[in-house]
């Protein structure tokens, strides 16, 4: 670029800031401005964040950018699922193969991360306690309100960029534009989060390198490592409704037989739970789509302000994190004309946020449900061998969403062709038994093989 | 009512006009404010609202409320619609039996009509030119900008009812709360109004008692009588592409392609053709969708407000005074509790309102493109015969919306059913010349007789 460009962020979360680090190194001019104060010197909000897992695409990345080995110093790594039951009986079931695992990580302290690169690169200036009011199309102005002084102001912006999240100013105003495709849609579930501290002995009130999850059906209870040896479990449940709900559960003795019938293992683990449940507030959960992400070669949405989805997949923020990766080859490949790279942005990243949105509100019936049922045990049992038979041929669905850099939409695609030759394989009489055996690998090369056909076929 | 209740109401269009006579005449103390000014009075807009198509569901929810006589002595009969082919050729199809009809209705007329007859109940005020800002649903109260002054002030509200349309202030109120879903969804077409004026005799340029079509696959002109006896056409056409679209049709000379190609009759009819189509507005057209529709046993969407949908069936406004009609319904059942009346309310629209949407999307499709093609007319063939044999036990899709109370719903889902059958039929040897002879008969009651069981199995 011959002269130095401008470009204005809103939104100072983990996206924002991987975003102001980009393009920073790309040699743009940066001013974010971000809502809350400067959460490197002051503690901010909490208690409504349910802990990241990282993953492959989130690592990518963040190595694109230099901030990879900081922040995994900072991570847990969780090798796979752990089920409690009912009786207290643990079954892991493994994520992905050879000791692949994603990553528990405080958001708080990933964003600090994040944040403190931003700001050491030459030309990235980070405003705190700037709330975005809107922005005006015509004139490329951002409204602007000083959080400390109520104070408001207009500023010019050549380019600016939405990172501010489900709930984004920029996107605001491009929805009240014509023609803007929008809508916002909440599950019938709440979450509420409670913190498990380390146990008498100062460690690990639980084995720190799996996701904990007590599926009960309709609700559920999940629980990630920090690295200060506690865990943050956030419990999933319906707002309303007869049995297990947020509006039944009203009161201490109501709380004491949630725990008591369902979770009878947590209640040792957190001595304060009656006030963490009634002192913590209990958050909605909700999927924005939108259309489009970027208009006049100027504007573009990011992240959850583009796609903001349902947590069940653990993808909502590296999805938000391979917009970056994304949004900055698309840059090289265009030679920084913003136009064609805004453009190219899109078409690349909307089916992709639309998948990931659909695979994340799918993994939410999983997680809850399905993962404690016979059926699905064996079908992951089957994914598995099918995998060890035949590496470069068939990938579980879950490791291609957490494991690849397949785009989210192609994975889903495939995950769902795969879906129906599962069932069909799980079908098949003595297929337990047969599964470990010789005789398995015809019947893996057949299925793989039609899966093969189908999938060419239907990308013709 | 012991004691007289006050109403608040949004919007003075078709439907919150409708309302306000509704409550006005169970004794309510009614008070409407409208953005715009009095078009009693004054000549307002324009030039950008597509005639109305009042039927069946329409003349009830008037003659309910004692108004029906006063709008049909306006409003034109239109029994079929006339496709005009490529060649000029004219095909007439009836929309129903018997004389049913459509009633072509100008949309200042019929509201200017509803707001006089609302004015003359006892206990209804009408404000104009007050635009509501937002309402405050904890303490209760809107917030009101008086449009000539600029003026803004906030009033107490007891219930308030948001007849406002598709870009409602108190759905945008509510959006804006927790939980609330939402989606607003553009079609790929605008369109743009072009007026037919009288012939050269003073009379209509074409027969005022049909619906005119030019249906050309992926755009369509359609024009409706008025009582001057001009017509008001409607161009549909995508915004962009490559063929016939509102970027492509840029200068006189492309106008004059497009008519010349697609609309070979039409040119003659419309002597300003190329002034009018460079001077009128390109608008677009939008889906709305949210619920819920109610809240706190005080607020209430109605009309578009709460389901704006695409103006292919005819239905819009339509159902927005079939929801008058069943909110005064569900008001009486309710003994005005208001609370039980809104909860009654919305469960008896809220799928309704779901289904118009869906029905008018399905049906653009329809008039634009199926309506020519040989084997649309030999399923709408078929479907006349079998309502000619069995009346009772079969009607139509387009009756039942139509010409029927049969809720929208109810009606969507036995058209689905209708299709495969018709299908499956049109595709029977010889059905064509069968079709008339008495040998149809057992092939009909046959036909009829597995819908009848699929129905009943489904809505089990």
């Given at each position: 670029?011959a002269?130095?460009?401008?470009?204005?962020i809103?939104?100072?979360?983990?996206?924002?800031?991987?975003?102001?680090?980009?393009?920073?190194?790309?040699?743009?001019?940066?001013?974010?401005?971000?809502?809350?104060?400067?959460?490197?010197?002051?503690?901010?909000?909490?208690?409504?964040?349910?802990?990241?897992?990282?993953?492959?695409?989130?690592?990518?990345?963040?190595?694109?950018?230099?901030?990879?080995?900081?922040?995994?110093?900072?991570?847990?790594?969780?090798?796979?699922?752990?089920?409690?039951?009912?009786?207290?009986?643990?079954?892991?079931?493994?994520?992905?193969?050879?000791?692949?695992?994603?990553?528990?990580?405080?958001?708080?302290?990933?964003n600090?991360?994040?944040?403190?690169?931003?700001?050491?690169?030459?030309?990235?200036?980070?405003?705190f306690e700037?709330?975005?009011?809107?922005?005006?199309f015509?004139?490329?102005?951002?409204?602007?309100?000083?959080?400390?002084?109520?104070?408001?102001?207009?500023?010019?912006?050549?380019?600016?960029?939405?990172?501010?999240?489900?709930?984004?100013?920029?996107?605001?105003?491009?929805?009240?534009?014509?023609?803007?495709?929008?809508?916002?849609?909440?599950?019938?579930?709440?979450?509420?989060?409670?913190?498990?501290?380390?146990?008498?002995?100062?460690?690990?009130?639980?084995?720190?390198?799996?996701?904990?999850?007590?599926?009960?059906?309709?609700?559920?209870?999940?629980?990630?490592?920090?690295?200060?040896?506690?865990?943050t479990?956030?419990?999933?449940?319906?707002?309303?409704?007869?049995?297990?709900?947020?509006?039944?559960?009203?009161?201490?003795?109501?709380?004491?037989?949630?725990?008591?019938?369902?979770?009878?293992?947590?209640?040792?683990?957190?001595?304060?739970?009656?006030?963490q449940f009634?002192?913590?507030?209990?958050?909605?959960?909700?999927?924005?789509?939108?259309?489009p992400?970027?208009?006049?070669?100027?504007?573009?949405?990011?992240?959850?302000?583009?796609?903001?989805?349902?947590?069940?997949?653990?993808?909502?923020?590296?999805?938000?994190?391979?917009?970056?990766?994304?949004?900055?080859?698309?840059?090289?490949?265009?030679?920084?004309?913003?136009?064609?790279?805004?453009?190219?942005?899109?078409?690349?990243r909307k089916?992709?946020?639309?998948?990931?949105?659909?695979l994340?509100?799918?993994?939410?019936?999983?997680?809850?449900?399905?993962?404690?049922?016979?059926?699905?045990?064996?079908?992951?049992?089957?994914?598995?061998?099918?995998?060890?038979?035949?590496?470069?041929r068939?990938t579980?669905?879950?490791?291609?969403?957490?494991?690849?850099?397949?785009?989210?939409?192609?994975?889903?695609?495939?995950?769902?062709?795969?879906?129906?030759?599962?069932?069909?394989?799980?079908?098949?009489?003595?297929?337990?038994?047969?599964?470990?055996?010789?005789q398995?690998?015809?019947?893996?090369?057949?299925?793989?093989?039609?899966?093969?056909?189908?999938?060419?076929?239907?990308?013709?």
């Open positions: 670029m002269i130095t460009q401008r470009v204005t809103l939104g100072g979360g983990p996206v924002g800031a991987l975003l102001a680090s980009y393009l920073g190194r790309r040699g743009y001019h940066v001013t974010l401005y971000e809502r809350r104060p400067d959460l490197r010197s002051q503690d901010v909000g909490g208690g409504r964040s349910i802990n990241l897992a990282c993953s492959d695409r989130g690592w990518l990345a963040l190595e694109r950018v230099g901030i990879a080995e900081t922040v995994r110093r900072s991570a847990i790594p969780m090798r796979g699922r752990m089920l409690h039951a009912e009786d207290g009986q643990l079954t892991f079931l493994p994520y992905g193969f050879d000791g692949q695992a994603i990553y528990a990580i405080s958001r708080t302290l990933l600090k991360h994040l944040l403190d690169f931003a700001a050491r690169q030459p030309q990235v200036e980070l405003h700037q709330r975005a009011l809107s922005v005006d015509q004139r490329h102005q951002l409204r602007l309100c000083d959080e400390r002084s109520g104070e408001r102001r207009t500023i010019d912006v050549d380019r600016l960029i939405g990172a501010d999240g489900a709930f984004s100013a920029l996107r605001e105003s491009m929805r009240r534009q014509d023609r803007f495709d929008y809508s916002q849609h909440y599950v019938s579930h709440g979450y509420k989060e409670l913190a498990i501290p380390p146990g008498p002995d100062g460690d690990f009130a639980l084995d720190p390198h799996a996701l904990h999850i007590w599926p009960r059906g309709g609700y559920m209870l999940i629980a990630l490592p920090n690295a200060d040896r506690s865990f479990a956030t419990l999933f449940m319906p707002f309303e409704g007869a049995r297990a709900s947020f509006a039944e559960v009203a009161d201490a003795a109501a709380l004491e037989r949630l725990f008591a019938q369902s979770f009878a293992d947590v209640p040792a683990l957190i001595p304060n739970l009656t006030e009634f002192d913590n507030p209990t958050s909605s959960l909700v999927t924005v789509r939108c259309s992400w970027v208009r006049d070669g100027r504007y573009a949405l990011i992240g959850d302000a583009a796609h903001a989805v349902v947590p069940f997949y653990g993808q909502g923020m590296i999805a938000g994190f391979e917009d970056c990766r994304v949004l900055d080859e698309c840059l090289t490949e265009a030679g920084d004309d913003w136009a064609q790279a805004l453009a190219a942005y899109q078409s690349a089916p992709n946020g639309d998948a990931i949105a659909d994340a509100l799918d993994n939410f019936i999983e997680m809850r449900d399905l993962v404690r049922t016979p059926g699905f045990q064996l079908r992951r049992r089957i994914e598995r061998r099918l995998h060890q038979l035949l590496p470069q068939f579980p669905l879950y490791s291609m969403v957490t494991f690849s850099h397949l785009p989210y939409a192609e994975a889903r695609r495939r995950g769902q062709l795969q879906a129906a030759m599962l069932d069909a394989l799980a079908a098949e009489e003595g297929i337990e038994e047969l599964l470990d055996s010789e398995f690998m015809p019947l893996a090369e057949q299925a793989v093989a039609k899966l093969e056909s189908m999938s060419s076929a239907r990308s013709k």
